[in-house]
Structure formats: structure tokens, C-alpha cells
């Protein structure tokens, strides 16, 4: 994610609730060229965090992706509402134990994000059948 951290301080910097720009520029910006990729594929430029690097980039800064056209290698960043910090598996930080800082950032990164609604037994078997043929295999030999 570094790569793309003056993206994100350049577009904190603006005060515009309109941000265009080019792709040479954003390369300018983060002193690099962007991949292949984001000029061939639309879906590079989504706003969806889990996309992409880059994306915690905009969304960082309270922007996102409204218009992006390939032909013309441009897209314009269009502020939000949202300022927080967007947090995923690229921006993951330990909670300060030391055996979890020297794991990997994808380790933890869905930490919160699934829910089991109560009265859900995760360790029954999900096919009833399975269940029965588990707990009685005298009966399903074959």
C-alpha cells in the first residue's frame, strides 16, 4: 500500500468535491506507472476496498471513483462523505501482541466481518444426512 500513500495525501490536499484526473498524473503523483491492468479493466478503478491497493488509497482520503474512462485514460475522483480510514487485509495493524505482529497482514484482516446469529451450532454437520450417516455408519455400509 505505500506505493499508493501520496495518491492519498494528494487528493487529501484538495479541497474540491471534484478531483480529475489523468492517469499520467496519478503515475506522477505516486512516482510510478500504474499496472496494466487499470488500463484495460474498468473494474480496477471500483470503489470496492477489497479490489485493489490502490483503492484504500481514494477511500482514505474521502474520495471515490465516479467516472473512469479507459479510451481516454482518465477518471475523476468525486468527494465523499465518508473520511474514515478504510481498514482491510493491505492495511491491517496488530493489536500489539507480538506473536500476531509477526504474522502475515492477511491473518486477521475479516476479523469482524462474519456474524453467526445465535442458536447457530457452527459444528453440526450441515446435510442431515451426513449427520445420521455419521453418528449410525452401521447403518450406511455398503
Not at 8 to 15: A, F, N, Q, R, T
Not at 22 to 49: C, Q
Not at 55 to 83: H, I, K, M, Q
Amino acid at each position: 500500500m505505500a506505493k499508493y500513500n501520496p495518491l492519498e495525501g494528494y487528493l487529501k490536499e484538495k479541497d474540491f468535491s471534484r478531483v480529475p484526473m489523468t492517469f499520467r498524473e496519478i503515475e506522477s503523483v505516486i512516482g510510478d506507472e500504474l499496472p496494466p491492468s487499470a488500463r484495460k479493466h474498468r473494474a480496477w478503478w471500483s470503489n470496492n476496498p477489497t479490489n485493489s491497493v490502490i483503492t484504500y488509497s481514494w477511500l482514505a482520503a474521502g474520495y471515490r471513483t465516479a467516472e473512469v474512462n479507459l479510451e481516454g485514460e482518465r477518471v475523476v475522483f468525486v468527494r465523499t462523505e465518508n473520511t474514515q480510514p478504510v481498514r482491510g487485509c493491505a492495511s491491517r495493524e496488530p493489536d500489539g501482541d507480538e506473536e500476531e505482529a509477526a504474522l502475515p497482514p492477511i491473518f486477521g484482516c475479516l476479523r469482524g466481518t462474519v456474524t453467526v446469529p445465535a442458536g447457530v451450532d457452527l459444528t453440526l454437520p450441515a446435510d442431515p444426512e451426513m449427520a445420521e450417516a455419521v453418528h449410525n455408519p452401521v447403518l450406511y455400509r455398503e
